[in-house]
């Protein structure tokens, strides 16, 4: 049933249902997550996101695919990455943060370096802050990538300041950067629609999920940041729908995925946009 899912957004909403300032228990979360699993829409979904603080003796995944958010200290997230392989469940990939804003990214970055390094059956995702030190530590990742790590960036876009939230040219200057070295990457908050707009209640201006999708296809096509930068600041539909489904067909260039706390939100919109069929053949 999961072919009714386009390739193009194949894995695309990671399960964030666990993470802060979440309710929901491990068992809820694992159990509603399983049920996704099972229906037509299976296809969108990435990996339930697991907190290593939430994993305890008592946890029980089954065979469900799972990422670790590390956070704990460096030196547990091994000992957490194991917990859950013991509780049965696939872990697809962990990722941390390797600094907070105006710190050096770099010490983070070889310990998550190291980790990658002893072990290889998992994706590992760096996340780097959106300020000083950014261009060198994406050098460093594309470094280990070169030497066969699998290790890659994830971004926050968004957050309770508004100086988390990058301007649209901002965050084109940083797909552009990945591209330019190959890197895949992961985003976390503020993507909560598929088109940019303005939340009410905050005054902050939320970049939308299918603006960064449509705006990895044209920067994947070799375009600068300045035009990146204006799919990322579309606020009208018809382009940014237009655009992706001239190539829903084929794989998704640069953008591994994104966390949402109900991946049913994600989907709601898509199907509302034509873009997924909402479940009929």
């Given amino acids: 049933m999961s072919t009714l899912v386009p390739p193009l957004f194949a894995g695309l909403v990671d399960d964030a249902s666990l993470m802060p300032p979440s309710p929901v228990s491990v068992t809820d979360a694992v159990a509603k997550h399983a049920e996704h699993r099972d229906g037509w829409f299976a296809g969108l979904l990435g990996p ?16 469900l695919p799972v990422a670790l958010v590390g956070d704990v200290p460096f030196s547990a997230v ?26 050096d990214p770099q010490p983070g970055l070889a310990n998550l370096r190291a980790l990658a390094g002893e072990d290889q059956n998992i ?115 018809v382009p940014l729908v237009e655009a992706c489904r001239a190539q829903r067909d084929g794989p998704r260039p640069l953008f591994a995925g994104f966390g949402v706390a109900n991946v049913v939100e994600p989907l709601t919109e898509l199907v509302r946009l034509g873009l997924i069929n909402g479940g009929y053949s």
């Fill in 123 to 237: 994706e590992v995702y760096a996340e780097i802050p959106l300020s000083w030190g950014l261009l060198a530590a994406l050098d460093s990742v594309a470094e280990a990538r070169a030497a066969g790590l699998r290790i890659a960036p994830k971004f926050r876009v968004g957050g309770l300041a508004a100086e988390l939230f990058p301007t649209p040219v901002e965050l084109a200057a940083v797909l552009c950067a990945c591209r330019d070295r190959r890197l895949p990457f992961r985003l976390a908050a503020g993507l909560r629609h598929a088109i940019r707009h303005t939340d009410p209640e905050t005054g902050f201006t939320h970049h939308g999920f299918l603006n960064v999708l449509t705006a990895s296809i044209t920067a994947d096509r070799g375009a600068e940041v300045a035009e990146v930068a204006e799919v990322l600041a579309a606020t009208h539909p």
């Fill in 78 to 103: 091994p000992v957490a990455v194991e917990k859950l392989r013991a509780a049965g469940a696939v872990v697809l990939h962990l990722e941390a943060a390797v600094a907070r804003r105006g710190e």
């Fill in 48 to 63: 339930l996101l697991v907190p290593a603080s939430l994993i305890g003796a008592d946890l029980s995944a089954g065979k």
